[in-house]
T-cell receptor
Framework: DAKTTQPPSMDCAEGRAANLPCNHSTISGNEYVYWYRQIHSQGPQYIIHGLKNNETNEMASLIITEDRKSSTLILPHATLRDTAVYYCIVRVLPNFGNEKLTFGTGTRLTIIP | NAGVTQTPKFRVLKTGQSMTLLCAQDMNHEYMYWYRQDPGMGLRLIHYSVGEGTTAKGEVPDGYNVSRLKKQNFLLGLESAAPSQTSVYFC????????????FGSGTQLSVL
């Protein structure tokens, strides 16, 4: 699976959009981009994933560049409960017999009141 | 509606003691995983299983053993605990094949003195 690079930390004002970048310049054509988050002392939580088109769900939007070398997770109206570590990972889907993920160190997002 | 359940939530061991961490999922998922999380290192895969009766090594398997005798359970064993195994352990599961997301348990905090 391709490696990802994320800034170690970011701040965002409550009510504003939080934009979290991720670089995955070595991504291959069949690798998806996934985002998870981990709120303090809890297990990671799935947010969203995509291949090459932009995606939106009830939690967030995912914007993937045309060359797929980077992406941005957007939390449209950040709340204090969005304070967490956000992980960007890439993986092949499906990946028969090799369903394993590598989580990097992520971005610690702090929402400021 | 339990999802992924880990027991125990906390444990303190002395060096050389053994213990087993239990992970149970009620979603009929084929794939199960054990991760450890240490400060500044993200989540690292220890072992995983692609189905009942099968297991495979992840990134950091040394010092751990696993078993998947029943589809719903994935056990992580430490035969002779070492201080380096002090960590937070997370279990996760996913559906086979088109597994879009991992479901994580709430974690086990293990301290080895």
């Amino acid at each position: 699976d391709a490696k990802t690079t994320q800034p170690p930390s970011m701040d965002c004002a409550e009510g504003r959009a939080a934009n979290l970048p991720c670089n995955h310049s070595t991504i291959s054509g069949n690798e998806y981009v996934y985002w998870y988050r981990q709120i303090h002392s809890q297990g990671p939580q799935y947010i969203i994933h995509g291949l090459k088109n932009n995606e939106t769900n009830e939690m967030a939007s995912l914007i993937i560049t045309e060359d797929r070398k980077s992406s941005t997770l957007i939390l449209p109206h950040a709340t204090l409960r969005d304070t967490a570590v956000y992980y960007c990972i890439v993986r092949v889907l499906p990946n028969f017999g090799n369903e394993k993920l590598t989580f990097g160190t992520g971005t610690r997002l702090t929402i400021i009141p | 509606n339990a999802g992924v359940t880990q027991t125990p939530k906390f444990r303190v061991l002395k060096t050389g003691q053994s213990m087993t961490l239990l992970c149970a999922q009620d979603m009929n998922h084929e794939y199960m995983y054990w991760y450890r999380q240490d400060p500044g290192m993200g989540l690292r895969l220890i072992h995983y299983s692609v189905g009942e009766g099968t297991t495979a090594k992840g990134e950091v398997p040394d010092g751990y053993n696993v078993s998947r005798l029943k589809k719903q359970n994935f056990l992580l064993g430490l035969e002779s605990a070492a201080p380096s195994q002090t960590s937070v352990y997370f279990c996760a599961s996913s559906r086979a094949l088109r597994a879009e997301k991992l479901f994580f348990g709430s974690g086990t905090q293990l301290s080895v003195l």
